[in-house]
């Protein structure tokens, strides 16, 4: 069997030729953010979401799953570290202060991500972070271990700048049925 051979290359545009990289790993958004917020993806943070029941499982040599779900998992700032709305329309702290970032789970596979900050369109460079997520037992965790499937994506962003105000985030489904999917939250 003939081996796939992938170019990998970094930020700093070096790039080395390397056997059996796994996809994910091919295409991970670098995680190198100036932040004193500590990271949502950091090994050491392993976090356990429940799978709600609209949630797509894992299915070997299945094609990519299509969007099913978006919610903003987390609101950072340094005022209040990070907050984990649950499902609310609006945070409960009053975050400011120098940083402030939103972490959005998005669970299938879209190709067309738009986030914005009180009704102004972010720039894609404002994903600072991007890592699979996989299901282990009941729950979404990441970052994933080696063998297991990516079934969704955290995406990372960066709005510093911005005291307060409304985010918004969609994407549209890469496979079938093609659906753009919606979630926002105010932020105070």
């Known amino acids: ?55 797509v499982v894992p299915v070997p040599r299945a094609p990519a799953p299509g969007l099913s779900s978006v919610r903003v998992l987390a609101v950072g700032s340094t005022a209040c570290g990070w907050e984990y709305p649950d499902g609310k329309g609006t945070t409960t702290c009053n975050h400011g202060g120098g940083e402030l970032r939103v972490a959005v789970m998005e669970i299938g596979y879209g190709s067309n991500p738009i986030a914005s900050m009180n009704g102004g369109q972010l720039p894609r460079s404002a994903q600072y972070a991007s890592t699979g997520i996989c299901v282990t037992g009941t729950q979404y965790t990441w970052p994933c271990t080696p063998g297991q499937t990516v079934v969704g994506w955290l995406n990372e ?16 489904s890469t496979n079938a049925p093609h659906n753009t999917v919606y979630t926002q939250i105010n932020i105070l």
């Open 1 to 55: 069997m003939n081996s796939v051979r992938f170019l990998f290359c970094t930020m700093t545009l070096s790039c080395t030729p390397a056997l059996g990289v796994h996809a994910q790993d091919a295409f991970a958004v670098p995680r190198h953010a100036m932040t004193a917020l500590p990271s949502l993806t950091a090994a050491d943070n392993e976090m356990h979401v429940p799978i709600d029941a609209q949630s």
């Open 157 to 172: 962003y960066n709005v510093d700048g911005y005291e307060s105000g409304l985010f918004k985030y969609q994407n549209t």
